[in-house]
C-alpha cells in the first residue's frame, strides 16, 4: 500500500487495513460512479442514501464493495416497487446509520481498551485473525438482539394505530422520566478521569439494566443523564426508586435527580419530543438531590399509592413553562419493619 506522500505504509498501518478487511468482508473494488451504476442509480440517487448512513464522501478512491452495491440495489427496490417511499426510505437507513455507528465506536473503544490494558505486546496481525473468528458470531447476535427489540417495540409502537387520528409523528400516552447526577461539573473537578469513566458507566450501565427490567425503554444516555420511556406510571415510579438507589464501588453515592411527565409523545428517529419531554426534563432541573419530581398527570395514572409518599409542592415558574405544578415522590417506608420485637 502507497501513502499519500508515495512512500509504503508501514506494519501498522498494514495491519490496521487488515483489521478494515476483515469488517468489510468484501474488498472495496468499486468507484462511487461505478457502485451506482452496479445499482442502477446515477451518483446523484446515490449519494444521499450514502450520506443518510453516516459516511463521508471519499472521492475517487475505490472505497465501495459489493455489499455496498447490493444495499443500493435493496433501497431502490423498495422505492421502485412501493414498498416505501423515498423520505421514508431515507428516514430508515438514517436511522440505521445513527445507531450503528455509535454502537460501533463503542465497540472499538471496548476494544481499544481492553488491549491496551494488557500485559503483553499487542500485535494487530493476530487482532485481524481474532476478529476474523468472532465477527460471524457477533452479526449473529447483533441481528437477534435486534429482532427481540423489534418485536418488544411493536407493542407500544402500534397498539394505538387505527384507534384515532394521531398524525404520523404520534403515539400514544407514555411516562417520560430523566435522571442525572447532581453535581456532576464539580465530580469532574474532583475525580480523576478513570474514576469519572467508572461513575459514569456505572450509571449508565445501571440504569439500563433497571429501565429493562420493568419494561421500559432507554432512549438515550448523555453521560451524566439518562432518558427513559415506560408505559405505565407505576413502572416509570419503581424505576426511579431504583435508580436512587445506584451506587459505584469505592466511590462517594451517586445523587440522582430525577423528573417524571406523563402525556402524548412525538417520536422522530428512535427518539422523543414534545411538550410531556419538556415538562419532564424541567421537573429534573428543579429537583433537589436524591428526589423525584412527578406531573399532576403522573400522580394521577399512578395505580399503587400505597409504595409511595406524595408531597405536593407549591407551583412555582419555569422558564418556558409558566407555572409549573409538582409532586415529590419518596417510598414509603415499612413502619412495621421498624418497630422492635417483643421481649
Partial sequence: MIDDDGAASGPRERALDSIRAVALGDPPVFTREEVASAAGLTLDQA??????????????????????????????????????????????????????????????HTLARVLSESESP???????????????????LLLHVWRRHLAAAIGAGLAFVGDEPQGPAGMGEATVGFADIAGFTRLTRVLRDDELAQMVQAFETGAADIVAAHGARLVKTLGDEVMFVAERADDALAIAEELHELSVAGQEPLELRI??????????????????????????????????????????????????????????????????????VSRRRNRDAERPEPA
Fill in 47 to 108: 449519494r444521499p442514501y450514502w450520506r443518510a448512513m453516516g459516511f463521508a464522501d471519499v472521492g475517487e478512491a475505490r472505497a465501495f464493495t459489493a455489499a455496498d452495491a447490493q444495499a443500493l440495489t435493496l433501497l431502490a427496490g423498495w422505492v421502485d416497487a412501493g414498498l416505501l417511499d423515498e423520505p421514508t426510505t431515507m428516514e430508515v437507513v438514517r436511522s440505521l446509520g445513527q445507531t450503528t455507528s455509535r454502537l460501533a465506536d463503542w465497540q472499538v
Fill in 122 to 140: 499487542v500485535d494487530l496481525n493476530e487482532v485481524a485473525q481474532e476478529m476474523a473468528g468472532i465477527l460471524p458470531g457477533l452479526e449473529t
Fill in 259 to 328: 423528573g417524571l411527565a406523563t402525556g402524548r409523545l412525538v417520536t422522530q428517529m428512535g427518539d422523543f419530543y414534545g411538550a410531556t419531554v419538556n415538562r419532564a426534563s424541567r421537573l429534573t432541573a428543579i429537583a433537589r438531590r436524591g428526589s423525584t419530581l412527578i406531573d399532576p398527570a403522573t400522580e394521577h395514572d399512578v395505580v399503587d399509592r400505597s409504595r409511595h409518599v406524595l408531597r405536593h409542592l407549591a407551583p412555582r415558574p419555569v422558564r418556558g413553562m409558566g407555572l409549573v405544578r409538582a409532586t415529590s
